[in-house]
């Protein structure tokens, strides 16, 4: 399972999302992204098998993720994607504790 945020979300001005102003519904559907699946490795990448996602659409796809392993740092790095009109590639940073 994945669970991506912007910084900087604000909260809705009312407990109930559906009666939110749409403008405020807009962002945070906009500034958030969930999903999750099983997964396959396979090499330097990992393939997501999306089971259930914020966005629907991307229900029942498999989205690539590269792989970087150095020591007790594990990247996780997407391919260019489309977002706000521009292509723009994500990383996830997991970083081992001793």
Known sequence: MVIISDDGRKPL???DKLTAPVE????????FLAYGGTYT???EKVIHHVEVSSLQNWVGT???RFVNLQGDRLVL???PLPR???LQSFEVVWE???
Request: net charge positive.
């Open 77 to 79: 790095k997407s391919p």
């Open 41 to 43: 490795v396979a090499g």
């Open 96 to 98: 081992r504790l001793r």
């Open 62 to 64: 498999d989205p690539v």
């Open 13 to 15: 001005s009312v407990a």
């Open 84 to 86: 706000g009109g521009a």
């Open 24 to 31: 405020e519904r807009a962002q945070a559907f906009s500034t």
